[in-house]
């Protein structure tokens, strides 16, 4: 009788723990949000900052620190209650120009995603920054070469609808915003996954440099372990205010942190 009870007591101690394993949900991932700059103020920095905390909220899927300065980007231990690298799961710079980063944290950053396999988004001007920094521009996939159409109503292709976030999107459509034209990118390094409709562009605009009429706008790509992201819209505050482009930035976090597959192998631009 006494056996039988410890077997019982045995039995419904086991459910009642895999009961909470089940509906104890996984500990939130980490995002670390960089707004410095060393040049131009963008307004919608702060305003981008507040879109992803809300998501991460709202899903639970992760919890968002916002910095304005570079003293996260480390692995060295961080003094009063600092965090690191080591504690974050992906990085993502609204920045612009040269914000001051010594090289130890250039190599941590480098490191963090390409070695431990971590991710890396750039917003809108992530691509105007650390010129002096070459392996950055690297990282991401490319340079700010100006904006040659300044803020107009974009006509924007979805190239790869099967990448995480991009369904949400219509394939094509045309969204008020500044949008840059790239340089020192290939499509042999990135996969492209929205592009301006270069049919329905003023070409004959002062600074529009690219004659292959490649005027890629998002990107993803594999960097060693880890994966990286350019989204380069952003410039108006409005734009994070679609449910749709919250919808992509959701899905394009997850991709960044490892949480759901998406192919990032490089193509070539589409015939059409």
């Given at each position: 009788?006494?056996?039988?009870r410890?077997?019982?007591?045995?039995?419904l101690?086991?459910?009642?723990?895999?009961s909470?394993?089940?509906?104890?949900?996984?500990?939130?991932?980490?995002l670390?949000?960089?707004?410095?700059?060393?040049?131009?103020?963008?307004?919608?920095?702060?305003?981008?900052?507040?879109?992803?905390?809300?998501?991460?909220?709202?899903t639970?899927?992760?919890e968002?620190?916002i910095?304005?300065?570079?003293q996260?980007?480390?692995?060295?231990?961080v003094?009063?209650?600092?965090?690191?690298?080591?504690?974050?799961?992906?990085?993502?710079?609204?920045?612009?120009?040269?914000?001051?980063i010594?090289?130890?944290?250039?190599?941590?950053l480098?490191?963090?995603?390409?070695?431990?396999?971590k991710?890396?988004?750039?917003?809108?001007?992530?691509?105007d920054?650390?010129?002096?920094w070459?392996?950055?521009?690297?990282?991401?996939?490319?340079?700010?070469?100006?904006?040659?159409?300044?803020?107009?109503?974009?006509?924007?292709?979805?190239e790869?609808?099967?990448?995480p976030?991009?369904?949400?999107l219509p394939?094509?459509?045309?969204?008020?915003?500044?949008?840059?034209?790239?340089?020192?990118?290939?499509r042999?390094?990135v996969?492209?996954?929205?592009?301006?409709d270069?049919?329905?562009?003023?070409?004959?605009?002062p600074?529009?440099?690219?004659?292959?009429k490649?005027?890629?706008v998002?990107w993803?790509?594999?960097?060693?372990?880890?994966?990286?992201i350019?989204?380069?819209?952003?410039?108006?505050?409005?734009?994070?205010?679609?449910?749709?482009?919250?919808?992509?930035m959701v899905?394009?976090v997850?991709?960044?942190?490892?949480?759901?597959?998406?192919?990032?192998?490089?193509?070539?631009?589409?015939?059409?």
């Amino acid at each position: 009788m006494e056996y039988s009870r410890v077997l019982l007591i045995g039995a419904l101690a086991s459910a009642f723990a895999g009961s909470l394993c089940a509906q104890s949900p996984a500990p939130a991932k980490k995002l670390l949000f960089i707004g410095a700059t060393g040049d131009w103020q963008h307004e919608s920095t702060s305003y981008a900052a507040g879109t992803l905390w809300k998501l991460g909220n709202e899903t639970k899927l992760w919890e968002t620190y916002i910095k304005t300065d570079m003293q996260l980007i480390t692995k060295q231990t961080v003094p009063r209650n600092g965090k690191n690298l080591k504690f974050f799961d992906a990085v993502v710079f609204f920045t612009s120009g040269e914000p001051a980063i010594n090289d130890e944290q250039k190599a941590a950053l480098l490191s963090f995603v390409k070695d431990d396999g971590k991710g890396f988004m750039a917003l809108h001007s992530g691509t105007d920054t650390f010129y002096k920094w070459p392996e950055f521009g690297d990282m991401v996939g490319g340079y700010f070469d100006s904006h040659p159409w300044n803020t107009f109503d974009a006509p924007l292709v979805v190239e790869d609808p099967s990448f995480p976030g991009m369904k949400f999107l219509p394939r094509a459509f045309t969204m008020k915003d500044e949008i840059y034209q790239i340089k020192d990118y290939s499509r042999e390094k990135v996969r492209v996954l929205m592009t301006l409709d270069a049919s329905k562009l003023d070409m004959t605009r002062p600074n529009v440099h690219r004659t292959d009429k490649d005027f890629a706008v998002i990107w993803a790509r594999n960097y060693g372990k880890g994966r990286v992201i350019y989204n380069g819209l952003g410039h108006l505050n409005e734009v994070f205010d679609r449910p749709d482009i919250q919808k992509m930035m959701v899905e394009h976090v997850k991709w960044l942190m490892g949480l759901v597959p998406g192919d990032a192998t490089p193509r070539p631009k589409p015939a059409n």
